[in-house]
């Protein structure tokens, strides 16, 4: 076994093992952080794949990004985890039909002559730069579909902001011009009181 195999064998059991707490993590929170911990694994495999661009783009968008807009939404919605435990038990049947189909979906797809490639035929020449073809084609073939993939991400980080807006805060600011245009009279009452006399 080379060293290659030794790395990818060793990230894939990371990844394994993150994407399992995702799922099983009691606390939203730290269900989060194994999210990160998985994208960060997943970029290391696609480097290791020599997909640069892929490995690059995962760890900035969606670690950089997406993920930080998760984890505080997460901590300012004040998710209350006994009434969502309530009907786990429930939806145990429907997940795990569901979850054989796609574990059989993920077996049909890898298990076609598809990805049968020999490794030296997957090697990229030495003058080639795949991130300069995957960019050629994002912003000439798949345009439209970049430009959409955009606008969910943006109407995403719209619905977060919506959801943990609380209202407008009290201020102490005050208007300079309100303040030059005050009198004395309205600000200072004079009272007039009787003198004691002894």
């Keep these: 076994m080379d060293f290659q195999t030794l790395v990818f064998f060793f990230l894939s ?7 399992l707490r995702v799922i099983t993590a009691s606390n939203p929170v730290h269900a989060a952080l194994h999210l990160i911990l998985a994208f960060f694994t997943c970029g290391g495999i696609w480097a290791l794949l020599q997909a640069e661009f892929l ?10 990004a997406v993920m930080v807009l998760f984890l505080f939404v997460v901590m300012m919605l004040d998710i209350n985890l006994d009434r969502i435990r309530q009907g786990f038990w429930s939806y145990l049947p429907l997940g795990a039909v569901l979850g054989f189909l796609m574990v059989m979906e993920m077996g049909l797809v890898l298990g076609s002559k598809y990805f049968q490639v020999p490794a030296a035929a997957a090697m990229v020449p030495a003058g080639v730069s795949n991130t300069r073809n995957i960019a050629v084609l994002m912003y000439t ?3 439209f579909p970049v430009e959409l993939a955009s606008i969910i991400l943006l109407v995403g980080m719209i619905a977060a ?3 943990t807006y609380r209202g407008p805060k009290q201020s102490k600011y005050t208007n ?3 303040q030059v245009f005050v009198k004395a009279k309205d600000r200072v009452r004079v009272l007039q009181m009787p003198v004691e006399k002894d």
């Design 55 to 64: 490995a690059i783009a995962i760890i900035l968008v969606y670690v950089g």
């Design 161 to 163: 902001i919506v959801l």
């Design 141 to 143: 073939d798949f345009v």
């Design 176 to 178: 300079p011009n309100q």
């Design 13 to 19: 059991a990371i990844l394994i093992f993150a994407a």
